[in-house]
């Protein structure tokens, strides 16, 4: 049995509803989404595990307007929640989850029950709870291990801590902590190279999908009469978004309609395009189920991250797993940090200038909808199988033994 504690700021999905309705900067939902599955994937094998997170409430100072934060203890599906106390102001925040964290973990490892080995893990990109967690592991000799979705000074936009610091030190300070770990969960194996010189032990999990989604059905005769295209992230121009609004403003068909859902430097840019082409409409930010309900509706999904820039190399967007699980098919990069084992159940775009996006929309819009519904199904198919949160979880675990 591993008693595993998992530190981040990882919200139960009640805990998160009320953040995203009450914050005037809303939460980042993909992130949440990766560990909140992960944890539900770790509870789904109770007799090889007991989870329990420790987390950071995902707010700030100028995200949230309240200032003290004590929220209670929660059990869902297995993964015991318990939440840092929170002061919400700047430096007084950080300060008061370091010591926080550091004392609950010092006392929560040091008195191990015998029979029962016990792991923290990390999320890197959170400073003050990483921080305490190494100093905590190393004073109770326990086990840590670094979950890494992305690098600090490759992250597009600010959020979270890092906007209460310098950009230069949060990268220093994150990169520095990144090499005294025991080992590391990554996106790719391109990661590896780089958080991981001494070659400690490591493996690499691209993504998972909710289990639950198998039971979800995507029916033909249930799609939007309109032909939607979906994009749902984060909406930056090194993102290639304005790339494929430029694609789409070049296609045909009044039943053609491009939603945007997401954050960003762009979304100040919205009204522009959609009032040069009223098919282009910005959806907002709206909580992860709308989201996929949505998917679920659509004819394509779309991700048209450029594989020139340099941190491709380290992600595999999580969007991608979402949409491959809605059943509905997608097309995207051909991304260096992607498996070829996906090419299979993707489009690809090959070229992707503006018009090598539209070639290959225009190539895809001309299937029939039978075509592309048969299409995404497989796609489905392929990640309920390999990549569900629970088989994810299994080897996770495995990794644990090592």
């Known amino acids: 049995m591993i008693k595993i504690f998992y530190a981040s700021s990882l919200c139960s999905e009640n805990v998160l509803k009320y953040i995203f309705e009450t914050s005037s900067q809303k939460p980042g939902l993909a992130i949440q989404k990766f560990h909140r599955l992960i944890v539900e994937g770790m509870g789904m094998h109770p007799a090889e595990c007991k989870v329990e997170t420790l987390s950071t409430i995902p707010v700030t100072a100028t995200s949230h307007k309240k200032r003290f934060w004590k929220t209670s203890r929660e059990n869902v599906n297995n993964v015991s929640y318990r939440y840092v106390p929170l002061i919400n102001f700047a430096v007084i925040k950080n300060l008061g989850v370091f010591i926080y964290t550091l004392f609950s973990f010092f006392f929560r490892t040091l008195f191990k029950r015998k029979k029962e080995k016990k792991v923290i893990i990390c999320d890197v990109l959170n400073l003050s709870i990483t921080a305490a967690s190494l100093l905590a592991s190393r004073l109770t000799f326990t086990k840590i291990i670094a979950v890494v979705t992305d690098f600090p000074g490759m992250m597009v936009g600010n959020s979270g801590e890092k906007a209460g610091l310098k950009a230069g030190s ?33 493996m690499i999990m691209e993504g998972l999908v909710d289990i639950s989604m198998q039971t979800t059905s995507n029916v033909l005769e249930e799609k939007d009469a309109d032909r939607i295209l979906i994009y749902a992230g984060g909406l930056y121009e090194k993102y290639g978004i304005k790339t494929l609004i430029d694609a789409f403003f070049e296609l045909k068909g009044e039943d053609l309609k491009l939603h945007l859902y997401g954050k960003g430097q762009m979304v100040k840019d919205m009204d522009k395009y959609s009032n040069k082409d009223p098919r282009v409409i910005y959806m907002g930010i709206v909580p992860n189920e709308i989201v996929v309900r949505d998917q679920l509706k659509a004819t394509l999904l779309i991700n048209p991250r450029p594989t020139t820039e340099a941190f491709t190399k380290y992600s595999f967007p999580s969007k991608n797993m979402e949409y491959m699980v809605s059943g509905t098919p997608m097309v995207t990069t051909n991304l260096p940090g992607m498996p070829e084992e996906y090419h299979n159940f993707v489009y690809l775009f090959q070229d992707e200038s503006v018009e090598g996006v539209y070639d290959a929309l225009n190539t895809i819009l001309s299937k029939t909808r039978k075509e592309l519904h048969q299409f995404g199904s497989q796609s489905k198919n392929f990640v309920m199988d390999h990549k569900n949160n629970k088989v994810q979880a299994a080897r996770i675990l495995d990794f644990l033994q090592l």
Do not use: H, R
Not at 179 to 191: A, N, P
Not at 193 to 201: A, G, I, M
């Open 170 to 202: 949060y990268k220093a300070l994150v990169s520095w902590m990144l090499s005294k770990f025991d080992g590391y969960i990554l996106l790719t194996q391109q990661m590896n190279e780089v958080v991981n010189p001494k070659n400690k032990p490591y």
